[in-house]
């Protein structure tokens, strides 16, 4: 239940609201825990930080942020991974009215371009070894935004311009962040979020009861999510300053070290992805399996064959929701109350706060247990209220996605007679890879820049560690012979780990006579699909994965 004394309703309301109440309520409790390897990886100290001390680095940005002219209005992006001072930037700037914008420190060239020209940011703070590659885009695309290394001694760069809003009051319909999402048919879309998305998100995860009830100021939340996506914002983040409990923010998810970390932080919550019981499971049996304080886990995506085994060993519930980043927690389901299907991908039964329906390729309703595409909207006089805002110059999308007053989501889905949501398939032409959304029109743009490419196609192939992996159908200018073939499909995935995140670049690369397309040369997504799932055990298909690492 929620700690802090807070109206989240209250049209003045903010994150940064809802940080200065927990302050208030307990300065000397545990905010932030930094465990050790985290700690190691950057660089800073390990160890716990009171809500107390960390109001104080927030406060210090508040003032050289206020002094270097930005406000209300403005937008500023952050490259500075999982690390605190992400929070205390995003704190801070949120208290002047200036929404962040995450910059994943996976992103390539053209990632960064498209991001610094389509949010227009004003400035952008910056781990130091990347300053060089943030200022070539900018350069690049023609913007003012000035990069300015986080750590360096150099003063904070003056904002160019005045807040644009200034002469309007920060309160709950402020935007606090702009977060891409992966489109599927162009570029990723910008979601703008407010701050009333923030604060609904953290009072729903507070309120939930079942097998997820939260005890005030007990709880430690640990994720190795990155805080470019809205669980680590939105949820995990939210959820600790609502119930004045502590955030183990690891900097990635390390399998090797992953019980060490739990038990170091002593964390009673965690948060996962599919991909991570998998890998946790491969690990021999260990007397750490159980060693630990974890009450439950709140996640999506675990394989139906690794639910209840990982329950079984390591002592605690894996708890499945659905949410997307448009919908934040005004429509968020969650499988909290048993009996919870364990295994058989069910995310629970809708809150009376969500409305929803499952539909047909004609928007008719489908019945009971019958897959139909999931629509949703909030109860009540605003079916949008506390969803995102909408995608940053694109009305018409975000009109398209509200279509006949419901958010349409492009997840299939079937309910049974009890009511229970189960996950079935993607409509959307999403991969998604490691939790990571991948847009397959943003990769075959890249790819198709390469000269040997004439066409490409990239789909999803089914993955048994990571759900998904990218695979791109290539038809070459010129026939090669079969020898020649391993070496341009490694030249093919150096070229768009050039220009993309590492996770986005084909694990398999396919050369084929022709794609499947329509009469209008459109690519026929759903064949495509197809023959994804079968191409990488055929001899024309190339695994590539082996150059798909994270780079330093």
């Known amino acids: 239940m929620p700690l802090i004394d807070l109206d989240t309703r209250s049209a003045n309301c903010t994150v940064y609201a809802a940080l200065q109440a927990a ?73 002047l009215g200036v929404s962040v914008v995450p910059i994943h420190s996976d992103m390539r060239a053209a990632e960064l371009q498209y991001l610094i020209g389509h949010s227009e940011i004003a400035l952008a703070v910056v781990l130091a070894p990347r300053q060089s590659d943030v200022a070539q885009a900018a350069q690049a695309v023609g913007s003012d935004c000035v990069v300015w290394a986080h750590g360096s001694n150099a003063p904070m760069p003056r904002a160019h311009n005045p807040p644009p809003l200034a002469h309007l009051a920060v309160g709950r319909q402020t935007e606090c962040a702009l977060l891409y999402t992966s489109g599927t048919t162009g570029r990723p879309k910008g979601c703008r979020l407010l701050n009333g998305y923030f604060l609904a998100a953290g009072l729903w995860y507070a309120q939930l009861d079942g097998v997820c009830v939260l005890r005030r100021a007990q709880e430690r939340v640990i994720t190795p999510l990155p805080l470019n996506h809205m669980n680590a914002m939105a949820f995990s983040t939210m959820v600790v300053l609502m119930t004045g409990g502590c955030l183990v923010q690891l900097d990635r998810f390390h399998p090797q070290t992953w019980w060490n970390s739990v038990a170091e932080s002593r964390a009673t919550v965690i948060h996962y992805l599919g991909v991570m019981p998998a890998m946790l499971l491969s690990a021999p049996p260990s007397e750490r399996d159980r060693l630990h304080a974890v009450r439950f886990g709140f996640g999506a995506g675990v394989d139906h064959r690794n639910h209840a085994p990982f329950e079984q060993r390591f002592g605690f519930p894996l708890v499945e929701a659905w949410a997307m980043t448009e919908t934040g927690a005004a429509a968020c389901v969650m499988a909290n109350h048993e009996p919870r299907q364990v295994g058989t991908h069910c995310f629970g039964k809708p809150p009376p706060e969500m409305a929803y329906c499952l539909v047909d390729e004609q928007g008719v309703d489908v019945g009971v247990d019958v897959p139909g595409e999931l629509w949703v909207r909030a109860n009540g006089a605003d079916p949008r209220l506390d969803f995102f805002a909408g995608y940053l110059k694109d009305d018409e999308a975000t009109e398209a996605a509200w279509a006949q007053g419901w958010f349409h989501t492009g997840d299939l889905v079937k309910r049974d007679a009890q009511g229970l949501l189960y996950f079935v398939d993607r409509k959307k032409n999403v991969i998604r890879r490691s939790g990571e959304n991948i847009s397959a029109v943003e990769v075959e743009s890249v790819l198709a820049q390469h000269p040997a490419v004439k066409a490409c196609g990239i789909a999803a192939t089914p993955d048994a560690v990571r759900g998904d992996e990218v695979l791109a159908c290539v038809v070459t200018r010129q026939p090669l012979p079969l020898p020649e073939r391993a070496a341009l499909a490694q030249d093919l995935v150096r070229h768009c780990l050039d220009q993309l995140a590492y996770y986005k670049a084909p694990g398999y690369v396919a050369f084929v006579d022709a794609l499947p397309v329509t009469l209008s040369q459109k690519i026929q997504r759903g064949q495509l699909r197809d023959w994804a799932r079968d191409l990488p055990q055929q001899s024309h298909c190339i695994d590539v994965r082996g150059l798909k690492k994270r780079q330093a």
């Open 23 to 95: 302050v208030q309520h307990q300065p000397q409790a545990d905010l932030l825990f930094i465990e050790s390897v985290t700690a190691a990886q950057y660089g800073i100290a390990a160890g716990a930080l009171s809500y107390g001390q960390a109001f104080v680095q927030v406060q210090q940005w508040r003032e050289v942020y206020q002094s270097a002219g930005y406000g209300h209005g403005h937008r500023v992006g952050l490259l500075l991974d999982n690390r605190p001072d992400f929070l205390y930037h995003w704190w801070a700037l949120n208290a």
